[in-house]
């Protein structure tokens, strides 16, 4: 298989894999229109296989004890390359001890999410998954937040306290991006880059806490800015020539353009490139 970075294409039974691991805000990356998951999964089109390992309500502490089943384990880890792989957790830690009765069970404190995310980042370099990225939790949109609850328990909802508020979110926020710094891996930190952004709340997160359309593909450009800068060698470096936003161009592409494809013997193609590694 040729080298990652290589102008080529490859022929092989598996391909790189990029995985995503995270809550409910990755499993819904592949929401139509517009996930970012999706994004992702079509700009890697033919070069990198994605794996949404996005749970739904999951915190930290939970998280921890399921990584086994996502990457393997040290002595067995993942068969093929991962590229990167993305620990986007921290809405559910969130969770207010003094909110409703789900919000007290999802609730994780600050000190514990920290070292949870310390843990996690061993563990998945351990199974030899260098390219790590950190995502913090997204603000929380309170206006939003209790329309949904509203709507979702009835009008009696009203008047309780919200699962999750602006204020008690920030310091796990805070958190993610000091753990990023203290272990040396990319942090997009999202709590902040969202609150920059006009009408923020009602515009970008359609429930006060997950994303809209608009709030999906925002996300997907923050994250494909920091691919180019942190690891070109994946994602095309061309800032410097003002081309357009890196890519994975750079990546082979599996399996040979059809038109390379030698039609009174297409077998031979395949085995060919297998066996060179590129075209």
């Given at each position: 298989m040729?080298?990652v970075g290589a102008a ?5 039974p598996s ?13 819904r990356g ?5 996930g970012?998951?999706n994004?992702?999964?079509?700009n ?8 949404n390992?996005?749970l739904?309500?999951?915190?930290t502490r939970?998280?921890v004890?399921?990584?086994?089943y996502v990457?393997?384990?040290?002595s067995?880890?993942p068969?093929s ?5 993305t ?11 003094e ?5 007290a069970?999802?609730h994780?404190?600050v000190d514990e999410y ?6 996690m ?5 351990s ?15 309170e206006p939003g ?5 509203i709507?979702r ?6 008047d ?7 204020e008690?979110?920030a310091?796990y ?5 000091a753990?990023a710094?203290d ?7 999202l709590?902040?880059l969202l ?8 515009r970008l997160?359609?429930?006060?806490l ?7 593909e925002?996300?997907w450009a ?10 070109p060698?994946?994602?095309?470096e061309a800032?410097?020539?003002h081309?357009p ?7 082979p592409?599996?399996f040979?353009?059809w038109?390379?494809?030698d039609q009174e ?5 395949f085995?060919?490139?297998?066996g060179?590694g590129?075209?």
């Amino acid at each position: 298989m040729a080298a990652v970075g290589a102008a080529s294409y490859v022929v092989s039974p598996s391909r790189p894999r990029i995985i995503l691991f995270g809550d409910s805000l990755t499993e819904r990356g592949f929401e139509v229109p517009g996930g970012w998951a999706n994004s992702l999964a079509y700009n890697y089109s033919r070069r990198a296989d994605i794996v949404n390992r996005g749970l739904s309500g999951y915190n930290t502490r939970w998280a921890v004890k399921a990584m086994p089943y996502v990457y393997g384990t040290k002595s067995a880890p993942p068969g093929s390359e991962v590229l990167f792989t993305t620990l986007f957790f921290g809405a559910n830690d969130a969770a207010r001890l003094e909110g409703p009765a789900h919000s007290a069970r999802q609730h994780v404190s600050v000190d514990e999410y920290g070292k949870n995310l310390r843990e996690m980042v061993a563990y998945v370099r351990s199974c030899r998954v260098q390219r790590v990225v950190l995502l913090t939790p997204p603000p929380v949109w309170e206006p939003g937040r209790k329309a949904h609850q509203i709507s979702r328990m009835g009008e009696e909802a009203r008047d309780w306290p919200l699962d999750r508020t602006a204020e008690h979110t920030a310091p796990y926020a805070r958190e993610a991006a000091a753990v990023a710094a203290d272990l040396g891996v990319p942090c997009l930190d999202l709590h902040s880059l969202l609150q920059q952004e006009d009408q923020w709340g009602e515009r970008l997160l359609v429930d006060g806490l997950h994303f809209t359309p608009a709030g999906q593909e925002r996300l997907w450009a923050l994250l494909r800015e920091l691919l180019a800068k942190e690891w070109p060698e994946i994602s095309r470096e061309a800032l410097h020539l003002h081309l357009p936003p890196p890519g994975p161009e750079v990546l082979p592409m599996h399996f040979p353009p059809w038109e390379a494809v030698d039609q009174e013997n297409p077998g031979a193609t395949f085995a060919a490139s297998a066996g060179d590694g590129g075209a």
